[in-house]
């Protein structure tokens, strides 16, 4: 059975920093792209960043300059490090990846159960 475990958020003020760790486990051969997405009350679920393997990173506007995604092939884990946080990022972020199995058998959008981030004075 293959997991993806978010873990890290929290409350946190404005301007701190949360860094959010996502962790597959399972029949994995290998983690092929991980997305972040976040999804506020009342609002649509948006992609926040994403690396591919062995490629570029990529971040949506409002967090650039403040979020770093890196991976840990190794250790098929994900993280996204959020800096000077606001206000306006508070929502559930969830963890997004495309998996290889052992098997051969590709996943290619596999989410995890997500975690709450809360920006608030």
């Known amino acids: 059975q293959v997991q993806l475990v978010e873990s890290g958020g929290g409350a946190v003020q404005p301007g701190g920093s949360l860094r959010l760790s996502c962790a597959a486990s399972?029949?994995?051969?290998?983690?092929?792209?991980m997305a972040w997405y976040r999804q506020a009350p009342g609002k649509q679920r948006e992609m926040v960043a994403s690396?591919?393997?062995?490629?570029?990173?990529y971040y949506a506007d409002s967090v650039k300059g403040r979020f770093t995604i890196s991976r840990d092939n190794a250790k098929n884990t994900g993280y996204l490090q959020m800096n000077s946080l606001k206000p306006e990022d508070t929502a559930v972020y969830y963890c997004?990846?495309?998996?290889?199995?052992?098997?051969?058998?590709?996943?290619?959008?596999?989410w995890g159960q997500g975690t709450q981030v809360t920006v608030s004075s």
């Open positions: 997004n990846a495309a998996l290889t199995l052992h098997s051969g058998l590709v996943i290619s959008s596999y």
């Open positions: 399972g029949r994995i051969s290998s983690i092929k792209a």
């Open positions: 690396i591919p393997a062995g490629g570029n990173p």
